[in-house]
């Protein structure tokens, strides 16, 4: 029997609704689908006189006919992608019996719902249309309650950070500054400071950089009087830089005595002194400074892994130029940074650990900041 207008499929109670996948299968793989089951489902025995089809048909007409019944099945498929389900009354208002049979009908409805379409009643509309409103709802109020809850959590975390008092403030304030005092004095002694900041001057003065995100403009009467300055502070930090190298290289004489390598080791410390305070005068600000000190990361990587390589090498005597090799490439990291790799080392992982007190002290004032911006505006909203 056919689907009428406010029937119910013989299983029972229509399929409970799930909403339908766009990739269960295309229109037309559906159709060529519901063409091969059609075609294998067979004839009913007892089948009344007026539902018979014709036994001499032409195959042009047959394809005419499948063509059509395909189009109407790709037709409901998107009206029920519209609008989440179909009734019975559309189906039959596009299969009528003149374009399919009642046992492709019966495939039909079998792929129809395996294909997860809710096929219901005329009567049952009103329900569904409800059913998904409220669930529409439901989705709209769980992605704002995903959004809300993480503001209203930190909210709450920060509403819990104390505010701070005047002397709090200071001490806070100290930490800050001598965590930047000492990652700045550390950084500026290492000879690929050199480098690096004379990097930076050079695109500040081609314009690559902004002079205002680098420069300390408190500290500068203008920029114009500024790069006149820097010129000629560039040949001293130069000059200074070959001095600091070749007094680095003395230093490392074997022929030394004891004590002309510490009048050597000493002039060496002022020299290295000098031309930090010349790199200062780059007016350089902290937070240039700092992106500058993150690019020691990769010398300091490497002095430690062939340090390594070193000590594991030193008790092969197959692997000879492999210790020179490293030897050598060591010795030129440590005429570059002007100190030994222990030293560079040693000194590194100290300037990082002040880096990272500045931040942490950073840290405080800014969640203290906060707090008291969320108390002042609790005040004026009256909110807990």
């Known amino acids: 029997m056919r689907p009428q207008a406010g029937s119910r499929p013989a299983s ?28 294998k489902t067979p004839a009913r025995r007892s089948q009344p006189a007026s539902s018979r089809r014709p036994t001499a048909v032409s195959s042009f007409s047959l394809r005419v006919k499948r063509e059509e019944r395909n189009q109407k099945i790709r037709e409901l498929i998107a009206l029920a992608r519209e609008q989440g389900y179909l009734t019975y009354d559309d189906i039959n208002e596009a299969l009528p019996e003149s374009v399919v049979s009642p046992d492709e009908m ?31 709802r ?18 709450k ?41 004379l990097g930076l001057l050079a ?16 500290d500068v009467e203008s920029r114009q009087k500024y790069f006149r300055q820097v010129r000629r502070l560039r040949n001293t930090i130069e000059r ?9 290289r003395q230093s490392r004489k074997r022929s030394l005595k004891k004590s002309e390598r510490g009048r050597v080791l000493k002039r ?16 350089f600000k902290q937070k240039a400074v700092e992106d500058l000190a993150e690019l020691t990361a990769e010398p300091y990587r490497r002095m430690r892994i062939l340090r390594s390589r070193i000590q594991k090498l030193g008790s092969s005597p197959t692997k000879r130029q492999e210790l020179q090799a490293a030897r050598k490439e060591l010795r030129a990291m440590e005429q570059e940074q002007y100190m030994s790799a222990d030293e560079f080392i040693t000194r590194w992982e100290e300037m990082r650990s002040w880096m990272r007190r500045g931040l942490q002290a950073k840290t405080e004032m800014v969640e203290a900041n906060l707090r008291l911006v969320i108390s002042i505006a609790k005040k004026y909203t009256n909110r807990g």
């Open 157 to 197: 975390q920060m509403g819990q950070v104390p505010l701070l008092t005047r002397e709090q403030e200071v001490e806070i304030s100290k930490r800050i500054e001598e965590a930047e005092n000492n990652s700045r004095r550390l950084f500026l002694r290492f000879g690929c400071a050199v480098k690096l900041c």
């Open 203 to 218: 695109r500040i003065e081609n314009g690559e950089e902004r002079f205002d995100r680098v420069v300390n403009d408190k």
């Open 268 to 283: 060496l410390e002022q020299s290295r002194n000098r031309l930090a305070q010349s790199l200062e005068k780059l007016r």
């Open 12 to 39: 029972g109670e229509p399929a409970p609704h799930r909403e339908h996948s766009s990739t269960a299968a295309t229109s037309r793989e559906v159709t060529d689908m519901a063409a091969r089951t059609v075609a």
């Open 138 to 155: 439901l989705r709209r109020a769980d992605a704002e309650a995903a959004l809300d809850d993480p503001v209203r959590m930190y909210l």
């Open 106 to 136: 019966d495939s039909i409805l079998i792929l129809l719902r395996g294909m997860e379409i809710e096929i219901v009643s005329a009567k049952d509309v009103d329900k569904i249309k409800l059913r998904k409103e409220e669930e529409d």
């Open 240 to 248: 200074q830089a070959r001095q600091v190298g070749e007094i680095y």
